[in-house]
């Protein structure tokens, strides 16, 4: 299977939820700004980076994890499940593909922080 995580830019929550997945964060408590600014491509990707999948690791199960920032573009990710529905009906690709959006997980505060900082 093959995780996308995606949002609007895919340096913030996109990176902490493939964080998360890959069980390199705790789950038990609230994370520390340290952690969270250590996180693997949190704010650090720029706009050459957009519609790019970033491969984030493997999780215990073998499925990959991957991320993605799609700005507005609301026919991103619908191309990308139309062109595995090719790859799956002509070109005999099994793999199973989930997309969440993780837009509707971040706080206002964190928008507006991603919009100075140019995420």
Do not use: C, W
Request: aromatic letters at 12%.
């Amino acid at each position: 299977m093959i995780f996308i995580y995606n949002d609007y830019g895919g340096t913030h929550t996109t990176s902490l939820a493939a964080a998360y997945h890959l069980k390199k964060l705790p789950t038990d408590r609230k994370l520390t700004k340290d952690e969270i600014v250590h996180v693997d491509y949190f704010n650090k990707l720029t706009k050459h980076d957009l519609g790019k999948l970033i491969f984030h690791g493997i999780d215990e199960e073998g499925n990959k994890v991957y991320t993605l920032g799609r700005k507005n573009n609301k026919y991103v990710v619908p191309a990308l499940k139309s062109f595995i529905e090719l790859l799956q009906e002509k070109y005999d690709f099994n793999e199973k593909v989930i997309f969440s959006n993780t837009s509707p997980t971040v706080p206002l505060v964190m928008s507006i922080g991603g919009f100075f900082l140019g995420g």
